[in-house]
């Protein structure tokens, strides 16, 4: 079925994702005009959006400009390098995954088994030995279905997480977190903890 935004929609017991499928062509055209709406509405709407990439750009290092493929021919764009990953860099920093793929036919691969991958046991966030404390919280609460940077911040300034272990209940007082997120969260905490 046709949905309202994104190409894809998958769901498990314990995440949601949204997926906006660009072939690199359609990516380069469409960076300059509504593609950053429409993922800004996915992050809303679902636990994880995320922007699948088919293909790889063509560099023309003469004239530093990415090139793209129209009507059979290939054909220099306005577009930098910098640009390009700049753009994508700021996605990265917003929390839009991304993911690339060769073809079509890997990116079906992909999306077929995409509910296979959301539903292993997931896996502790990375960090290292002189990590602060401050920084692992976030990083524990970022593991939380729903919960991304900006939440976890809130809820860090708030309470500590032995806190919301015993009464879970508290996170309704988080502005951004209503009885659905609360549910994903004490549904995570059961099978996790």
């Known amino acids: 079925m046709k949905l309202d935004v994104g190409d894809y929609y998958v769901a498990t017991d314990e995440y949601s994702c949204l997926i906006e499928r660009k072939e690199i062509g359609d990516l380069l055209h469409s960076m300059s005009k509504d593609l950053a709406p429409k993922l800004a509405r996915m992050h809303e709407l679902a636990d994880l959006p995320v922007l699948l990439i088919e293909g790889h750009p063509a560099f023309d290092a003469s ?54 991958y959301l539903t292993k046991p997931y896996h502790q966030p990375l960090w290292y030995d002189k990590t602060d404390d401050r920084t692992r919280l976030l990083s524990l609460w970022q593991c939380f279905p729903g919960i991304g940077y900006q939440l976890a911040m809130e809820i860090a300034k708030q309470y500590c997480l032995a806190e919301v272990v015993d009464y879970p209940e ?17 549904r995570f905490m059961e099978a996790k903890l």
Do not use: C, N
């Open 63 to 116: 004239g530093h400009l990415l090139r793209r493929e129209r009507g059979g021919l290939t054909v220099s764009t306005s577009m930098t390098l910098e640009s390009y990953h700049g753009y994508l860099t700021g996605l990265m920093l917003k929390s839009i995954p991304m993911f690339h793929t060769g073809s079509l036919e890997e990116s079906i691969h992909w999306l077929a088994h995409l509910p296979t």
């Open 170 to 186: 508290k996170l309704l007082e988080i502005q951004k977190i209503g009885a659905v997120r609360l549910d994903k969260v004490k």
